[in-house]
Every structure is written in C-alpha cells, then in structure tokens.
C-alpha cells in the first residue's frame, strides 16, 4: 500500500505548479493511470482526501483517467490496446508483445485552478 | 463570482524519486559497479538466495556488498554478513518499499570504486517496490515453488516490471507438485522472452547458471556504459 506516500507526491506537485500559477486554490486535478501503473484508484482517492488536508487542495477532486495497455506487435507492425495485463500477446494474432509502448503512466495532466 | 481555469501540468507522481535514480545510475556507471534489485514476497528466500549469492562471490574474489529493506530488524544484514561481504541494513519503519533517495543516504561509507557488485534487496511486497526505480542496472523477481505458479499473472506489474524471473526452492518442487510449464507460461504471458532460471539456495543447484548470467549481464552493461563514455574503468 504505497497509494498514501504516491498522494502525498501529487499533493506536493499540485501546489508547487498551482503557486507557480498565482492559484489560491485548487479545485481539481486530473492524473493519468496506466494499466501497469501499479495504482488501486480506490486507495489513492482515500488517501489523496487525506494528503489533502491543509493544503490548497484540500476539498479538490482527485480526476483518475485511466490510460490502457498499448503494446507493440513486431507481426502486425502496430500498436495495439490489450485488455489485459496477464497476456501480453497480440489480440489479432497472438504474436507476444514486449514492448510497451502506453499504460505505465502516472501522471499529472493538468490542475483546475481558482483564480 | 469567482472563475476557474485549467493549467497543464504534465509532471511525473514520482519524478523526484525518478530523478535521484537517475543520478544514482549515473553514480553507478561512473564507479563501474553492477547493481541488482530482488523484488519478491516475503518469504520467498531472498537473503537466503542472496546469502549463498554472496558467499560464492567472496570466495571467488568478486567485490560485492549488500543492502536490504526491512520494516524493523537488521536480521537479515547480519545474515548477509556471515558471506564475508559487507552489508548494511535499510529499516523502512512501516513503509513497504525501498526509495532512491534511502539507497543514496546508505551508501555513503562505502567506496563505490572498489565494488563489482552491489545487491540490493527491496522489502517483501510485490506490488509497491514495482514503482520505485533505484538505480539498478538488473532488476531478478524472485518466485518460490510454494508460491504458486500464477503468481506472476496476480502481480504482472512486478513481473513485467523485471529483467530476470528467479525461481526458488526448487528443491521443494517435488514436494509441491510444483507444475513447471504452467509457471513458465505465465511468467512469459506478462513479460514474453524474459530469462528464466531456477535456483536452490540449500542445495546450490542453478547457482552456476545465475552467476554466469550475472557475469554475462554485468558484462554487456560494461559495454553499454563503455560506449556512453561513463566509465573510468573500460577507457582504454
């Protein structure tokens, strides 16, 4: 369970670029999830509420965008989107696919600010 | 009536520990030492692996030192130590992985130039140390026979995460009807084409295979870095 140390990171993050922006708070931020990512949205939300507390974001939503497996196949020669993270191997023709090309990410993308 | 507006961030959750990996690496590479990060569950025979890992690396005249990540004790350092390498203790005090920036603090008393090898040994957990890069240059996931063959398709964020699948405890394989193709199939499903090996740490069978493995790793590394032009040590 290391969703609680990952909020207190975006709660950290969030107000460095939210001061940098002349914000007095934040009202929401928007974080990009992979599928690879390692992250329980369930447990991030609790906590994000936590690390939140006395901070600008206190009371601000946590946005989760949950961002897809996206693999290379070396067969097809094309990216594709996989359901799931226990079979890395092409949906169309079954070749394994290595390369990750989309779904480790754990980002933020954007704040909404107020003023 | 206040307004709102959106500002774009596009920052990384874990770029500080991000950051101070990369310079580790770079710290790494400078000094010509290989670092090896084992991740697995609590149990599945890392300081045992890592003992016997040690030992036959001492004898041989290879440079090694060892850190570990507990929560509480320094159990494991002391049975590291009985190798003849030094080895220090990491206590995490609650948390359930190990960080960049607690590697850097530990490695302070030690001469980096006058290491081979550092091993580094995260805490028990196959989900949290997935996140966190140390530095490592190899990064061997370990798995017991008495784990479960699909364990590797319950933590494939771990499993994809490694370089090298370590499987443990194979002399118990018998004893628990250890099913070997269907522990292949699923270490390949979520991580297709990684090394494979298989190990007894009591016994010291796949011992040779590991270490030659490491060396051969340890070598093509060299290679890379030589080419980057980061190492006092490969420079003609």
Redesign the interface.
Known sequence: ??EL??AQ??VE??TE??TR?N?ERV?AVK?LVGR???IEPGALLFSYEIAAQGTILEGSRLEIVHVPLVVWCAHCLKEVELDS?????CPTCGT???E?RRGRE?????????? | M???????????????NDELARALRRRFEEAGVFVVNLVSSPGTGKTAFLERTLSTLVVSGTRVAALVGDLETDNDAQRLARSGAPARQINTHG???LEAEMIGAFLDEWDLNELDYLFIENVGNL??P??YDLGEALRVALLSVTEGEDKP?KY???F?SADVAMITKIDLAEACEFDRDAAYAAI???????SILEVSAKRGAGMDEWLVLLRERRESWQRVVAGAGRSPRMAP
Do not use: F, W, Y
Not at chain 1, 85 to 89: F, I
Not at chain 1, 106 to 115: A, R, T, V
Not at chain 2, 2 to 16: A, D, F, H, Q, Y
């Open positions: 369970m290391h140390s990952i990171n975006i993050l969030a670029a939210a922006a914000a009202m974080l690879l990512a390692g993270v226990q079979r890395l191997r394994p696919c290595g990750i754990l980002d933020i993308e954007s704040l909404e600010i107020e003023p | 206040t307004t709102t507006r959106i500002v774009e961030v596009r920052v990384g959750v874990l770029k500080k948390r359930c992985h989900v949290c997935a996140s398709l494939p964020t771990m994809n390949d499903s979520v991580r297709p084409g990684m």
